[in-house]
């Protein structure tokens, strides 16, 4: 089994910043791209960021300039430091994973979410 626990979310001022964390346990041999997801209310999941094993990055539109993706493999941990915080970047997050599990096979994980509110 393998487990996505994300942290840091909360309340902040438009204008403010804040860091969420995912981290993934259980059954890991390695694992491939990471990413950050979101979800507002009546709306589809979509994609804020995403990292690759080697770092490799993409962002959203709305997000590029203002949030940043890291990882550290090390700690099977993935950031996401949102700064310039608008009150359109309310919503849940969600962290996900293309895991190679112990037995070598892949799965694609996702966290239980995270909310993040932003007031204006």
């Known amino acids: 089994q393998v487990q996505l626990v994300e942290s840091g979310g909360g309340l902040v001022q438009a204008g403010g910043s804040l860091r969420v964390s995912c981290t993934a346990s259980?059954?890991?041999?390695?694992?491939?791209?990471m990413g950050w997801y979101r979800q507002a209310p009546g709306q589809q999941r979509e994609l804020v960021a995403g990292?690759?094993?080697?770092?490799?990055?993409n962002y959203a539109d709305s997000a590029r300039g203002r949030f940043t993706i890291s990882r550290d493999n090390a700690k099977n941990t993935v950031y996401l430091q949102m700064n310039s915080l608008k009150p359109e970047d309310t919503a849940v997050y969600y962290c996900?994973?293309?895991?190679?599990?112990?037995?070598?096979?892949?799965?694609?994980?996702w966290g239980q979410g995270t909310q993040v509110t932003v007031s204006s």
């Open positions: 996900n994973a293309d895991v190679l599990k112990l037995g070598l096979q892949h799965g694609d994980y």
């Open positions: 259980g059954s890991i041999s390695s694992i491939d791209a």
């Open positions: 990292i690759t094993s080697g770092s490799r990055t």
